[in-house]
């Protein structure tokens, strides 16, 4: 069953504006850990943000913020003022339990931003 | 310098071949990971190994090995290459030590299976 469900494949952002790109996650386990990462077309992957499950508010680092809805087990990833080079593939991925487990990942959003 | 780094990038080569994707680190990270990236999937796990003499297989391991040779290098094999190996690779390393123990990612190795 897949753990975690990106449904945009695509989406387009103006430069300057915000976007939130969706991430729905399934599991039973009360320990998690949700991560974002970032793919530019250079190919690497970049970590971007963490949010625990335990974490009583969303996390933030810089222009990236996630709005975390337990209940509704979603992790969105927020980016405000859209900058060009932030024109990339975003992954989802989540860590079950236990540093020990692995992580699961989206199959991604690749997101645009126009000038 | 990187601090993961993946040799070769770039590799071609035919089905029935053997074929070694190598990984260092200078991060000083215990654990590493080799995960592979097709259109539309997303990564998904490979092998990961937790300290030099910690193996693990990942969901899709079949038709793959790993060699922990030391903390810092991790190498993939694929015994007798075939053309659904075609993929982008990664290797990544974690620091169980850390608070979220998040992966840092290489730069990937694109290999096509002819």
């Known amino acids: 069953a897949q753990k975690i469900t990106q449904t945009q494949p695509g989406m387009f952002v103006q430069e300057k504006e915000a976007v939130t790109l969706d991430c729905t996650y399934d599991?039973?386990?009360?320990?998690?850990?949700l991560f974002w990462y970032k793919q530019p077309s250079s190919g690497e992957m970049i970590f971007l943000i963490y949010?625990?499950?335990?974490?009583?508010q969303n996390a933030t680092e810089g222009r990236y913020s996630l709005n975390f809805q337990k209940a509704r087990k979603s992790a969105n990833l927020v980016i405000s003022a859209s900058q060009l080079g932030d024109s990339a593939m975003y992954f989802c991925?989540?860590?079950?339990?236990?540093?020990?487990?692995?992580?699961?990942f989206g199959a991604g959003t690749r997101l645009t931003v126009k000038p | 310098d990187a601090d993961v780094t993946q040799t070769p990038r770039n590799r071609i080569t035919k089905t029935g071949k053997r074929i070694m994707l190598e990984c260092s680190q200078t991060?000083?990270?215990?654990?590493m990971y080799w995960y592979r990236q097709d259109p539309g999937l997303g990564l998904r796990l490979i092998y990961y190994?937790?300290?030099?003499?910690?193996?693990n297989k990942g969901e899709i391991s079949d038709g793959y090995s790993v060699s922990r040779q030391a903390q810092a290098k991790f190498s993939l094999s694929l015994e007798s290459a075939i053309p659904n190996q075609t993929a982008l690779y990664f290797c990544?390393?974690?620091?169980?030590?850390?608070?979220?123990?998040?992966?840092?990612f290489g730069p990937g190795t694109r290999l096509t299976v002819l």
């Open positions: 949010q625990g499950s335990y974490d009583q």
């Open positions: 990544a390393t974690s620091d169980s030590g850390a608070v979220h123990n998040e992966q840092f």
């Open positions: 991060k000083g990270h215990d654990r």
């Open positions: 599991t039973s386990d009360p320990s998690y850990g």
């Open positions: 991925a989540m860590r079950e339990g236990s540093h020990n487990n692995d992580m699961r």
């Open positions: 190994s937790f300290d030099v003499k910690d193996i």
